[in-house]
């Protein structure tokens, strides 16, 4: 006989959907099937069953081969890590339960680090635009109850967030859109013909690099000024009959992603989609909301902004925080060569960093907390595993429209395996004490 | 004008954090006073003169200080920072911060300086012989006021993000510049002798832009309006002028809509 758990959160994605089925040996220790979820938050669950995972921490020997340790000497080399460097950079925290995440703050604060989450290659561009003129948006359940034109800029949820379209923005039937997807418009915006692409009512295939200039336009189509024949490789025409569609909503929402937060312009092109928010609210009601990736990388910035004031990048080296991404972000820390050890936790910078930061990392002292055998762990001294959040433990994430949702634990993680919380709060004490702090 | 010259002997490990290296710092006080003036490497404070070694002398205020400085300070950052009168002379390249908020005085960087030079100035001169990183004159991170004053001249490049948020001012480069040129901009002046590629002035305001060479990729939101015969540095040449951004809010004045401006050489 297997027990099924209902209401599982899914710690993929910034969709952070709620309604997964997952069913267990009735001794609750192993994961056999997962129901409701997509395929890749489905894998999420099943490869943590995986019989050959890293179950204890292990350092890197000079020869490239590991050295199995105990999680106490894997806490003693992070803390003395971290008190004893000039400019520690602790990155990552975007797969972390927002209770761990606070723990490593307070280890930030005490070492005098840098905090950076993995915004800083995704959406901290968003955060910069919208320190500077602010956020008109709303939560995904009145996307799925009132929207009925919907824009996807820049991302393709086919394949990123693959529940998002039938959880919340194309197929739903609301209390106000009753007909699904029959009653919506779809526009999305993107150089490629992508599934999403496919999709779409209306494909504005705009030049690459050049959103901002589109986004421009219609905001002067908007105003009804004059227009070049063709911007951004799209003729007027189609732009004022995109413009006029979005004046048209009864109720509309962007979605943007990584093809304008990280493409030429980058915060300008969110500052300029906001600016394009705004307008369009003169004649109905618009809103706009960025497709967070890492299920808590919003979480992540929730809580640095509530702890430091900025939600991520922070820079606590003074004693105070301070924010300006270019001097105090990860990787320009790392290319500059500002940094001297580097503690990873929760992603992989390894992967996704330019390759001239990520021989930076593998040039000073680091750690890597992570479940996964990543390229960031196999560049590290120390590698720590620990169990998978919202899988082997719960713990508060956000979701991308902001609103907090509580994880499940399924299964108990391997035997002697710790969760990343715990393994930071063994770090913290152990800071305290090298730092005198009470 | 008294002279005091600090020269880099002890590079640091990292990058060090310099604010008071600043004639408003220095006068007043003797070498020794000024060698115990503090500075950050990381999360280490130490002593200026751990890492400089200084000679001369400081004068009895900020305008009687000049300050000259010797030896590799690539890795130095905010030199200059808020200074208000004097002179500083850097004799190679610094690093991030360069006369940020600069109000008054005169800056001279013989060699490259990082970004945010200049962060929000609201006066003084900041002269750059060579290349100008990005977000030269910008508003620093959140805030909606960049330059607002004072006047800087490049005679390299500069890069991308340069007068962001600028409300006042001049700006002369005599290179290239990258992307986002003047963007926000609700006011100032910035001269490029050479080539902007694109996103020139998007979401401006109010105030002027001249670029000597070419646009790759103009904003849909400038709309050309004739040409003009315009003086500029010495030169007296022909522009088309452009009046923008039309998608941005725009006061009126005298009943008049108020745009800014930009006028690229033909």
């Known amino acids: ?55 204890r921490p292990r350092f890197q020997q000079p020869d490239g081969t590991w050295k199995e340790t105990s999680y106490e000497e894997a806490a003693d080399y992070t ?67 009132r929207a009925d034109t919907i824009i996807f800029w820049g991302n393709n949820p086919c394949h990123a967030h693959p529940r998002h379209m039938s959880r919340y923005s194309i197929f739903p039937r609301g209390f106000f859109t009753g007909k699904g997807h029959k009653s919506r418009k779809m526009v999305v915006v993107d150089p490629r013909i992508t599934d999403t692409a496919k999709m779409a009512d209306i494909h504005l295939q705009v030049t690459q690099g050049q959103d901002y200039e589109l986004l421009n336009a219609l905001r002067v189509a908007f105003k009804g ?15 004022i009959e995109t413009a006029n569609i979005m004046k048209a909503a009864r109720f509309g929402i962007i979605f943007f992603g990584m093809g304008v937060t990280q493409s030429l312009g980058k915060n300008h092109n969110i500052d300029e989609a906001i600016a394009v928010t705004k307008d369009l609210n003169e004649y109905t009601k618009f809103s706009i909301m960025p497709m ?147 | 004008m008294a002279t005091v ?57 900020a305008e009687d200080t000049k300050i000259v400085v010797r030896g590799d300070v690539k890795k130095v950052k905010y030199i200059g920072m808020k200074m208000s009168a004097g002179e500083i002379v850097v004799e190679g390249s610094t ?13 001279l960087v013989k060699g490259d300086i990082q970004a945010f030079a200049a962060t929000a100035m609201k006066g003084g001169e900041l002269i750059i012989e060579g290349n100008a990183g990005n977000y030269l004159g ?29 409300t006042g001012g001049e700006m002369v480069i005599n290179g290239n510049v990258d992307v986002h040129l003047a963007t926000h901009a609700e006011g100032g002046k910035i001269i490029v002798k050479g080539n902007a590629p694109s996103k020139v002035a998007g979401q401006m305001v109010e105030g002027e832009v001249i670029i000597f060479g070419t646009i790759d990729v103009m904003m849909p939101g400038f709309k050309y309006v004739d040409d003009v015969d315009l003086e500029i540095e010495g030169i007296t040449a022909k522009f088309a002028h452009y009046v923008g951004d039309t998608g941005e809010r725009h006061k009126k004045r005298k009943g008049q809509m108020v745009y800014g401006h930009l006028y690229q050489k033909i």
């Not at chain 1, 000024?225 to 732009?239: M, R, T």
């Not at chain 1, 990736?293 to 939600?311: D, I, K």
């Open chain 1, 1 to 55: 006989m297997t027990k099924t758990i209902t209401d599982v959160v899914c710690p993929f994605c910034g969709t952070l959907c709620d309604d997964l089925e997952v069913s267990v040996t009735d001794d609750g220790k192993q994961i056999l099937d997962v129901y409701n979820a997509c395929a890749i938050g489905a894998e999420k669950f099943l490869h943590s069953q995986a019989k050959d995972r890293i179950t």
């Open chain 1, 79 to 145: 803390a003395k890590m971290l008190a004893g460097a000039t400019k520690p950079l602790m990155y990552g925290w975007s797969s972390v339960n927002c209770e761990a995440q606070s723990m490593g703050n307070e280890i930030a604060e005490i070492c005098r680090a840098c905090v950076d989450n993995t915004a800083a290659v995704c959406h901290g561009t968003t955060l910069i635009a919208v320190q500077d003129i602010g956020l008109p948006s709303c939560t995904l359940g009145e996307v799925k109850n």
């Open chain 1, 225 to 239: 000024e004059w227009l070049p024949d063709v911007v951004a490789g799209i003729p007027k025409e189609k732009i």
């Open chain 1, 292 to 438: 967070r990736g890492h299920y808590n990388v919003t979480g992540s910035g929730e809580v640095l902004a509530w702890q430091f004031g900025y939600p991520y990048s922070v820079d606590l080296t003074r004693g105070f925080p301070r924010y300006n991404p270019g001097d105090t972000s990860s990787i320009d820390l790392l290319n500059r060569g500002e940094i001297d050890a580097v503690f990873v936790i929760g992603s992989d910078p390894g992967a996704h960093f330019p390759i001239s930061a990520v021989k930076h990392i593998a040039n000073v002292n680091s750690v890597c907390i992570d479940p996964h055998i990543t390229p960031t762990s196999g560049i590290s001294k120390l590698h720590v595993p620990v169990a998978f959040n919202g899988v082997e433990t719960g713990g508060n994430a956000y979701r991308m429209d902001n609103v907090p949702i509580d994880c499940r634990k399924v299964v108990d993680p391997p035997e002697g395996m710790l969760t990343d919380e715990e393994f930071l709060k063994m770090v913290r004490d152990r800071v305290k004490k090298l730092k005198g702090v009470a």
């Open chain 2, 5 to 61: 010259t600090i020269t880099m002997k002890n590079p640091p490990a990292l990058y060090l954090e310099a604010e008071y290296i600043c004639p408003d710092e220095f006068a007043g006080k003797t070498v020794a006073q000024i060698a115990e003036l503090h500075v950050y490497e990381g999360n280490t404070k130490s002593t200026l003169g751990k890492y400089f070694e200084v000679s001369g002398d400081a004068g009895a205020t």
């Open chain 2, 95 to 107: 690093d991030l911060y360069a006369g940020a908020w600069m109000t008054g005085g005169r800056m």
């Open chain 2, 138 to 166: 910008a508003a620093y991170r959140g805030d909606w006021r960049g330059m607002s004053g004072g006047r800087i001249l490049v005679k390299g490049n500069a890069g991308s993000d340069v007068g962001m948020y600028m």
